[in-house]
């Protein structure tokens, strides 16, 4: 029997269609979301085109409520073998226009509920062994330059929990993918125009692209990136670094 599949953030985007492709690939399907009718509407489709089963559990991720609904149906429901840990909201503009509360919201969704939520499923799959975390980050996450500081901090804060969870979970029998898209039309770029909309990646092309890098088991999927070496290099720079960390006095260039 397929294993079950929970998505977070599926009732539009990115989501919807990483359920759609889960679905066509015979998996039961957990949709999580806060909009009802439209997690409805995707279950009753993606019900009639494959008879997968689909439960939908309606919340907002940054209510502690909701968050913990779904940690507990991630820590208790045993069919579950992969979250994918999607929903999420941009903030953009300039830092000094955003209030504390947009910020706290933000973090809320984008960082607390993603670590909540591989939290409460990570103990049940390295015990069995077995399972997948999918990650949802994004190129923003590794460049301040696009200006959206922190929406670009909750997305590098995605990545580095991926990463490390990969080094502890992978050798248990727990995969865990970072994805990174690039801008990809769907509705978080709600009022912008169509010119930018129609040079944006289109959200099928990105979740088949995200789907190859799940099915090779790869740490970090990062679709647009051309030369694969890059990520490679930029790896190898980082962990050059490494050993300085645990000198106990600082460079020469520090010391008067
Ligand atoms: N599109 C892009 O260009 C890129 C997107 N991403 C990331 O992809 C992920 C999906 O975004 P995308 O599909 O583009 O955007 P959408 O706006 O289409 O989808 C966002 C999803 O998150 C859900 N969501 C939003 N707020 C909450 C909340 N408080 N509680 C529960 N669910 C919530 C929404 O459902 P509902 O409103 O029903 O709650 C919706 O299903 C995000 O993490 C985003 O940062 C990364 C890089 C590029
Ligand atoms: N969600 C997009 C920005 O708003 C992105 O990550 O590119």
Not at 59 to 79: I, K, M, N
Not at 184 to 208: E, F, K, Q, Y
């Amino acid at each position: 029997m397929a294993s079950t599949v929970l998505v977070t953030g599926a009732s539009s985007g990115i989501g919807a269609t990483y359920a759609d492709r889960f679905a066509r690939r015979g998996h039961n399907l957990v949709l999580v979301a806060r909009n009802a009718a439209r997690l409805e509407a995707l279950a009753s489709r993606l019900t009639q085109d494959t008879g997968v089963t689909i439960d939908i559990l309606q919340g907002d991720l940054t209510r502690p409520d909701d968050l913990e609904a779904v940690e507990a149906r991630l820590r208790e429901d045993t069919r579950i073998e992969v979250l994918v840990n999607n929903a999420g909201a941009a903030l953009s503009g300039s830092f000094i226009g955003q209030t504390p509360r947009d910020v706290g919201r933000l973090i809320a969704l984008n960082t607390t509920a993603v670590a909540c939520l591989a939290s409460a499923v990570a103990p049940r799959f390295a015990a069995a062994g077995a399972g997948a975390i999918v990650n949802v980050s994004s190129v923003v996450g590794l460049a301040p330059e696009f200006g959206m500081s922190v929406y670009g901090a909750t997305k590098a804060f995605v990545t580095f929990l991926s990463q490390s969870l990969a080094l502890e979970l992978g050798p248990r029998g727990v995969y865990v993918q970072a994805v990174l898209p690039s801008a990809t039309r769907t509705d978080i770029w709600d009022g912008v125009d169509a010119a930018r909309l129609a040079s944006m990646m289109d959200v099928g092309t990105l979740v088949d692209a995200a789907l190859v890098g799940f099915d090779r088991r790869e740490a970090i999927t990062l679709p647009v990136l051309t030369d694969a070496a890059r990520w490679d290099d930029y790896e190898a720079a980082r962990k050059a670094m490494v050993p300085d960390f645990a000198c106990s006095q600082p460079a020469a260039r520090y010391q008067g």
